[in-house]
């Protein structure tokens, strides 16, 4: 695994970002400010007026008219978040109610809304946290101006004859040689301070910004996006898992228990006719040792659906490499730096079962004479490529392996592409997240 320090994370790369973003924060700062007071004045006002009068029905109309208006804010704030902090926005986060709902259920929804009181809160809350960051925002820009312009202002104060018309600066109460040009020279340091720490200052601003925001109006949204994702994810587990048995089931009822009876039967039938037709005994045995090797040849194509020890003992590769082996069309397996990775036991099972599977087809369906089995871990993720010079034309539908696949991967929070016009060839890409 690569240790080496990452340079895009390195301090001074991060100075650099930030620095290019604080024009961008600075406006952004600056603006919060001002857009949070013309919403809190909207809003708050509204929904206590609307409180004060539920009683009658304008009261009811007030609390919704604020409970609006703080949505369009918080919709456009969760916006701006997607924008500065380059994650996609969550899911819409509010109550429906049905469509056939009365107009009065459809109230009562958007009122017990949490989500709506949320933004209500955000609304309220996050005010004086703009006006704050506001302050600082304002400050941590001007000083670096003012400590540009001071010095020529010492300047015209100097050859400007403007002395006596100026309050008394610090070098003059220090009593300091000068004073003018250490007026001049602390101002400017002063701002040199200032515009040095500026991006880390904006930077930070922005970041407490959106993240009180991010927390308020979308965190809830994406913990129960969350918690569908986990369900849907467990039952595609149980899905999968369940299909795997019966498929296993059946195929052991239809091949291998069925050779079985009948290999009983020749041994029986060898057994009665060891004395009195030896010539006829040893043909059944034969036979018999014929369908001992077809049922063992059956058992180890069975044995693909289970994960083979030497997954366990040797890890994916050497697994990957044993199902190559017991391939009837060519395989070439290319493990790209996975001995200098850890692969979590769940991702090395589900990437060997898209491997064990994706070759099954190849040596049913693809008539190929060559495939190519190629393993890789980029961005925090394994990706596994299976590669087949066949006929093509292979399709993640029902009715294929590679939709047993596609569900198994779910399971594990991985996608399934699938790559196979008519003629080939045929590309599978496996994509598991090492973390999930």
């Known amino acids: 695994m690569n240790t080496s320090p990452d340079a895009t994370t ?3 790369s991060f100075y650099r970002q930030a620095l290019a973003k604080a024009p961008q924060n600075a406006a952004y700062l600056l603006l919060q400010a001002p857009v949070h007071l013309v919403i809190f004045v909207l809003v708050l006002p509204t929904l206590l007026a609307g409180v004060g009068t539920a009683i009658i ?14 949505r369009l804010a918080a919709e456009l704030q ?9 994650r996609p926005m969550p899911e819409y986060p509010y109550l429906v109610a049905t469509p056939t709902a009365k107009a009065r259920d459809k109230i009562l929804t958007l009122l017990k809304d949490p989500q709506s009181w949320l933004d209500i809160i955000w609304v309220i809350a996050g005010f004086p946290i703009a006006l704050i960051t506001w302050v600082v925002a304002l400050i941590w820009s001007a000083a670096p101006i003012a400590g540009v312009i001071t010095p020529f202002l010492e300047l015209i104060d100097i050859y400007g004859g403007w002395s006596n018309f100026n309050s008394m600066g610090l070098g003059e109460l220090l009593g300091v040689p000068y004073p003018n040009v250490f007026d001049a020279g602390f101002a400017f340091s002063v701002g040199l ?3 040095v720490s500026a991006p880390f200052v904006l930077r930070g601003c922005t970041l407490l910004l959106t993240a009180f925001s991010d927390l308020m109006l979308s965190s ?3 913990q129960r996006r969350n918690i569908e994702h986990l369900t849907e994810s ?6 999968a898992e369940t299909r795997s048995l019966r498929r296993l089931e059946r195929d052991l009822h239809d091949g291998p228990q069925q050779r079985l009876v009948r290999l009983q039967m020749d041994l029986a039938r060898a057994k009665r006719r060891v004395d009195t037709d030896p010539k006829q005994a040893s043909l059944l045995l034969e036979e018999a040792l014929q369908s001992a090797q077809e049922t063992l040849s059956e058992l180890r194509q069975l044995s693909r659906g289970i994960a083979p020890p030497v997954l366990v003992d040797r890890g994916l590769t050497a697994a990957v490499d044993e199902a190559a082996a017991l391939s009837t069309v060519p395989v070439s397996v290319h493990a790209l730096g996975l001995g200098t990775v850890h692969i979590p036991e769940h991702v090395a099972t589900a990437a060997y079962f898209t491997v064990a599977e994706a070759l099954v087809n190849v040596n049913k369906h693809a008539d190929a004479s060559a495939a190519q089995v190629t393993m890789r871990v980029e961005e925090g993720a394994l990706r596994v490529t299976i590669a087949d010079n066949g006929v093509g034309g292979a399709a993640l539908s029902k009715g294929y392996g590679l939709a047993g696949i596609e569900q198994r991967l779910r399971a594990v929070d991985g996608r399934l592409t699938l790559n196979s ?4 060839p045929t590309v599978v890409e496996a994509i598991i ?3 999930s």
């Open 10 to 12: 390195s301090p001074h």
């Open 220 to 222: 809830r949204a994406r």
């Open 421 to 424: 016009p008519q003629g080939g």
């Open 57 to 70: 029905g304008i009261g009811i109309a007030m609390m919704i008219a604020s409970i609006m208006i703080a």
């Open 193 to 195: 301070l200032f515009a």
């Open 78 to 86: 969760r916006t701006i978040n997607a924008t500065i902090q380059g």
């Open 433 to 435: 997240p090492c973390a």
């Open 234 to 239: 467990r039952a595609a587990a149980r899905d």
